[in-house]
């Protein structure tokens, strides 16, 4: 399994969940666990998704996610479980 954390943060809006599953499961990236909530009108959600048989090369994958949220007028980022792992070693 190859492991990645995708956030989404912008103000909230009608279907940012709809269109964020929707691309990632077109692309044959399966969601693994997610948690969304809701602050003061700012929509936040962090996703951990399993890529290993994603359709597209990771950076190319992470770019349509970062041009969705852009379309959409939020931050998308995603990125590898290897940096969280990295960042956490001593």
Do not use: C, R, Y
Not at 3 to 20: C, E, F, H, R
Request: net charge negative; glycine share 4%.
């Amino acid at each position: 399994m190859d492991k990645a954390v995708l956030t989404v943060v912008g103000k909230d809006k009608v279907g940012i969940i709809a269109a964020v599953s929707n691309a990632l499961a077109e692309k044959n990236v399966n969601i693994l666990d997610l948690s969304q909530t809701i602050m003061e009108n700012i929509f936040t959600m962090i996703v951990l998704v399993d890529v290993a048989s994603a359709t597209e090369p990771f950076h190319k994958l992470a770019e349509e996610m970062k041009l969705l949220g852009d379309s959409m007028q939020l931050k998308i980022q995603l990125q590898h479980e290897s940096i969280f792992d990295s960042m956490h070693q001593i």
